[in-house]
């Protein structure tokens, strides 16, 4: 089949979807990596560096959506951060069923220095982009996210009823 054979008549989004997000992660993981985080515990740390003000913590079933990571990962990775002194786990007082997260002051001060780091990238960005098209970026992005989030509330909703 030639090129002019595809089926295809749209370029393939989640695949630029994928670049777009390793080349931001080009400039980002080398500092990650100077501080031993994988680009998991750095999405862990993030989220629960942007809730840091949640007096409970955060319950892991918020940080695995937020994160974007499995149940099994998660575990793994918050086992790795707990053991490195980043993060706690305690039981939710209102539901001891579940578990909930936050990140000790060693993880604050790596959200810290490494959201320097990022926003520094970021500001660059900004800079060659513009302010105006990294912001059109943002909202086109949060477009399709919206666009697509039905269709997930649905399927979720329907394994619910499976269950």
């Known amino acids: 089949m030639s090129e002019d054979d595809t089926p295809f008549i749209h370029r393939n989004l989640p695949r630029l979807l994928l670049e777009a997000r390793e080349s931001v992660m080009l400039h980002t993981r ?3 990596r100077e501080h031993g985080l994988s680009d998991q ?5 993030r989220v629960l560096g942007e809730h840091a003000q949640l007096p409970g913590g955060v319950e892991t079933g918020r940080v ?3 994160a974007f ?6 575990t793994g990775v918050l086992t790795r951060m707990e053991r490195d002194g980043l ?3 305690s039981r939710c007082p209102q539901d001891a069923r579940r578990t909930v997260v936050r990140a000790t002051p060693a993880g604050l001060k790596l ?6 780091t990022i926003e520094t990238h970021y500001a660059w960005m900004e800079e060659r982009l513009g302010k ?3 912001a059109q970026l943002y909202a086109l992005l949060d477009d399709v996210i919206a666009l697509e989030a039905p269709a997930d509330a649905e399927a979720d909703h329907m394994e619910e009823d499976a269950a």
Do not use: M, T
């Open 64 to 66: 695995a959506r937020e």
């Open 111 to 116: 959200v810290k220095s490494l959201s320097n």
């Open 87 to 89: 993060i706690a786990r």
């Open 69 to 74: 990571l499995l149940g099994p990962s998660l």
């Open 41 to 45: 515990q750095w999405r862990v740390l």
């Open 30 to 32: 080398p500092s990650l």
């Open 132 to 134: 105006a098209r990294l």
